[in-house]
């Protein structure tokens, strides 16, 4: 996706960055730059997880989500998408990150070949143990 930017602010003596349609200040614009290298670096994560666990290319997006609070991450029925808790990975480390990723996969790959992806489906406990993936996430 392209970010279009251009200068304002001449008044204000601020610099402002138009980015996606909205004017946001330039300090957010360079922490939306770092924030598509990290979340670069986390799709090829869980494309990596998804060959190397389930045998399946993972064609969808892998992003953070900061409004998540209580969770470490979540599967988008209608998209396909999976989020992710950044919380978790700063607070917990890679590996706890890795666990929900596979714990995501786990719904997507289900939900795509029509077999049970919910939390109580027979299809969905087994998956877990197959690859390794942690039931539920308990914020500590």
Do not use: W
Request: one cysteine or more.
């Amino acid at each position: 996706m392209g970010i279009a930017h251009s200068s304002f602010g001449r008044n204000s003596g601020c610099t402002f960055n138009v980015c996606i349609g909205e004017i946001v200040p330039f300090e957010v614009f360079i922490e939306r730059n770092d924030l598509i290298e990290r979340e670069k670096e986390l799709q090829q994560l869980t494309e990596h997880i998804s060959q190397q666990f389930f045998g399946k290319t993972f064609r969808h997006q892998a992003v953070f989500n900061d409004r998540l609070k209580t969770t470490g991450g979540r599967y988008l029925l209608g998209t396909h998408n999976i989020e992710l808790n950044r919380r978790y990975l700063e607070e917990h480390g890679r590996e706890e990150l890795i666990g929900i990723i596979k714990h995501e996969l786990c719904h997507y790959h289900l939900h795509l070949e029509g077999k049970g992806y919910q939390h109580r489906d027979r299809d969905f406990k087994a998956l877990l143990k197959q690859v390794g993936a942690p039931r539920f996430f308990v914020h500590r």
